[in-house]
């Protein structure tokens, strides 16, 4: 069993890949520029090893982690084109 370090608020890249390894495809861009923000803070908090509090979330922090995710949804799909 390898050792994860606790992901903070400000980890958006990490959060954004575990974003990523849950839920993959069913949300594509679009759905997830559409997320609502008290859905995004409950799977932030649901994410194992996740050390951030709810009271230390901002709208910033959900929006970066939000474009993150959006980022890390298309370097996948750059790198398994449909239909290859």
């Known amino acids: 069993m390898s050792f994860e370090p606790p992901i903070h608020w ?13 839920f993959g495809d069913d949300f594509n861009e679009g759905k997830i520029y559409r997320v ?9 908090l649901e994410i194992p090893n996740f050390a951030g ?3 230390e979330s901002n709208e910033g922090h959900l929006e970066m982690i939000q474009s993150g995710w959006v980022y890390e949804w298309r370097d ?3 790198q398994n084109p449909r239909g290859a």
Do not use: C, G
């Not at 400000?10 to 974003?19: Q, T, V, W």
């Not at 609502?36 to 932030?44: C, N």
């Open 10 to 22: 400000n980890d958006y890249e990490d959060i954004a890949m575990k974003l990523y390894e849950r």
């Open 53 to 55: 509090k709810p009271e």
């Open 36 to 44: 609502r923000f008290t859905d995004l803070l409950k799977w932030v």
């Open 76 to 78: 996948n799909q750059s």
